[in-house]
């Protein structure tokens, strides 16, 4: 049996470089999903493949643009960006991503409630999406609840893993659990850099098209990244 996998990222904005970003005012301004299968989108009738689909916020008017083996689709409506995340979880068997656990998924379900989505619904059954956060052997653990059907998987969270299951990750040092260390040590590929005063910049001008090429591949990497963790654990 085939299940379809999709990993996703987030990327959220704070209003300063010295804020972490909280629900209430940073919008979700890029969304990046990789597919392990061909996933199938219609643009003005025609069919396109692809395994990398983009949302971005733009404050111009809304498109769908085919580059580089990517589908990006353009907003300049948060709501609907959600809306068509939403929908392409939704469609698929297992979710993945990195620390999509402790963040994505919280600041994915806590704003799509500031901006008064209803149905923040990606499981097979009717009921929203809701996390809680209790406390394990000292850690915070993220529970994320009304997933019917599907299975979801944080990669960050079996790094922190030490049982004989994943007894070849033992090899690696992970003391460091950042994505950029964790990337480069088990699969040798360097995650790409965009600082926050670059995102800054970008929301600030949208219209910056080598900025947001470049913001885009960042959260891209990320995505690719969560997929290939997938892949190989």
């Not at 709501?79 to 392409?88: P, Q, S």
Request: charged share 25%.
């Amino acid at each position: 049996m085939f299940f379809k996998a999709c990993s996703f990222d987030l990327e959220v904005v704070p209003l300063n470089i010295n804020q972490m970003p909280t629900p209430d005012t940073c919008p979700i301004i890029l969304a990046s999903c990789h597919f392990n299968y061909n996933y199938k989108v219609i643009i003005d009738n025609k069919e396109y493949e692809t395994r990398n689909i983009v949302l971005i916020l733009i404050k111009d008017h809304e498109y769908v643009e085919v580059r580089d083996n990517k589908i990006i689709f353009y907003f300049n409506d948060e709501i609907r960006e959600i809306n068509k995340l939403l929908e392409i979880l939704k469609g698929n068997d297992i979710i993945t991503g990195y620390n999509i656990n402790g963040f994505d998924f919280p600041h994915l379900i806590d704003r799509s409630r500031n901006l008064g989505i209803k149905k923040i619904n990606i499981g097979n059954g009717n009921s929203n999406l809701y996390y809680n956060v209790a406390e394990s052997k000292g850690f915070k653990v993220t529970k994320i609840g009304n997933l019917t059907g599907k299975i979801l998987i944080d990669i960050m969270s079996i790094m922190k893993r030490e049982d004989a299951t994943i007894s070849s990750l033992k090899k690696f040092n992970l003391k460091i659990l950042k994505l950029e260390h964790v990337a480069k040590e088990i699969l040798k590929i360097e995650k790409l850099e965009f600082p926050v005063e670059e995102m800054l910049k970008y929301w600030n001008n949208t219209g910056d098209v080598e900025l947001r090429n470049k913001f885009i591949d960042y959260c891209s990497r990320d995505s690719e990244l969560a997929l290939m963790f997938f892949n190989e654990v």
